[in-house]
């Protein structure tokens, strides 16, 4: 599995982590949803499943479940503000298109 946390990413999700130590890790993947057919989840799991993938990346258990991981294989994943907003980025190579929002993505 090939995806990359930036240094901002990687510093809130262990913010994150931090605030539930019994965490397994942080869950990235993909839901059914939006106008472009899929968005991006970003999570703590309380446990690694089954058909879930656990890898570390930079120091970072990040689980993703098998169903996703064709879908953000490659991805980049940065932590951004801009003003008073906040959120999560993601580059990701296997997106072919996103609504007109950003909040979903497609793959061809």
Do not use: W
Request: charged fraction near 20%; charge should be negative; proline fraction near 4%.
């Amino acid at each position: 599995m090939s995806i990359t946390i930036t240094p901002a990413a990687n510093e809130r999700m262990r913010h994150f982590l931090a605030g539930m130590p019994s965490a397994a890790g942080v869950r990235f993947g993909v839901k059914r949803t939006g106008c472009s057919g899929f968005a991006y989840v970003v999570d703590l799991a309380e446990s690694v499943g089954e058909g879930d993938q656990l890898v570390e990346v930079d120091g970072l258990p990040l689980i993703v479940n098998d169903k996703s991981l064709a879908l953000v294989e490659g991805t980049v994943i940065d932590f951004q503000r801009q003003g008073l907003n906040a959120s999560f980025v993601f580059h990701n190579p296997n997106a072919t298109g996103e609504c007109g929002c950003g909040e979903s993505f497609t793959v061809s």
